[in-house]
């Protein structure tokens, strides 16, 4: 009897650390991560109202990718069709980046800024944030607005792939092979994990930029529309 007591004793605290560690997934890492995000976000957009307006043309004061430390933001990505807004920092790592609720930009990929090239951004699909949970629902025609120090950069969602493997690195290739784009041009990849609470494969979103406008001419049609 003191055995099974003992047992009983022990199954229940297990119960109980698995019940805690599960709340802590679900929710406490949602918690933080949109606290770390909003605060990167409000951190932006306080620098960018407070400094000078540019008198030039905004590419080229764009910086360039490397020119960031990871986990600092540098950008915020809209997706209205969803109601989203997130920061956007440089690199892709779990603990500095994806972890804080922040979409990372894939290091080496393009920037918007850029003549040619593909702005690939990664970011978690459930727990810590879960920016992109709903980018599956994006369709052909839906808007992306990267928005950055100098311009605002709106994309059109050309398609994407439902599940690729994750060492398909070839979607965030200049020009995204399983995309639409058969030439050079301005593109934006999005990628998340799938299925939900899963890191079997890779969720691929991709669109095709429609617009470049400096931010000294308001905000796109896609923001106030």
């Known amino acids: 009897?003191?055995?099974?007591?003992?047992?009983?004793?022990l199954f229940?605290?297990?119960?109980t650390v698995m019940l805690l560690f599960v709340a802590y997934q679900l929710w406490w890492?949602?918690?933080?991560?949109?606290?770390s995000a909003d605060a990167a976000g409000a951190k932006l957009e306080q620098q960018w109202n407070s400094a000078?307006?540019?008198?030039?043309?905004?590419?080229?004061?764009?910086?360039a990718a490397g020119a960031f430390e990871p986990g600092r933001g540098f950008a915020l990505i809209h997706i209205p069709a969803l109601g989203l807004k997130y920061?956007?920092?440089?690199?892709?790592?779990?603990?500095?980046v994806l972890d804080k609720g922040l979409v990372g930009h894939y290091t080496g990929?393009?920037?918007?800024?850029?003549?040619t090239g593909n702005f690939a951004v990664a970011a978690h699909r459930t727990t810590h944030g879960q920016p992109f949970?709903?980018?599956?629902?994006?369709?052909?025609?839906?808007?992306?607005?990267?928005?950055?120090?100098?311009?605002?950069?709106?994309?059109?969602?050309?398609?994407?792939i439902p599940e690729t493997p994750p060492t398909n690195v070839t979607v965030i290739q200049p020009v995204p092979k399983g995309s639409p784009f058969t030439q050079a041009g301005r593109y934006i990849t999005l990628t998340t994990c799938t299925p939900e609470f899963s890191a079997r494969g890779r969720l691929i979103v991709f669109g095709?930029?429609?617009e470049e406008r400096p931010r000294s001419q308001g905000k796109p049609a896609a923001l106030t529309g």
């Open 1 to 9: 009897m003191v055995a099974a007591r003992m047992v009983g004793e």
């Open 12 to 15: 229940i605290t297990l119960g």
């Open 29 to 35: 890492t949602n918690v933080q991560a949109d606290a």
């Open 52 to 63: 000078p307006a540019p008198t030039g043309p905004a590419s080229p004061g764009a910086p």
């Open 87 to 96: 920061p956007v920092a440089e690199g892709t790592q779990k603990q500095q």
């Open 109 to 115: 990929t393009a920037m918007p800024s850029d003549r």
């Open 133 to 160: 949970r709903k980018i599956g629902q994006l369709k052909p025609g839906d808007r992306i607005v990267v928005e950055t120090a100098t311009a605002y950069y709106t994309y059109e969602v050309a398609g994407g």
């Open 208 to 210: 095709k930029m429609v």
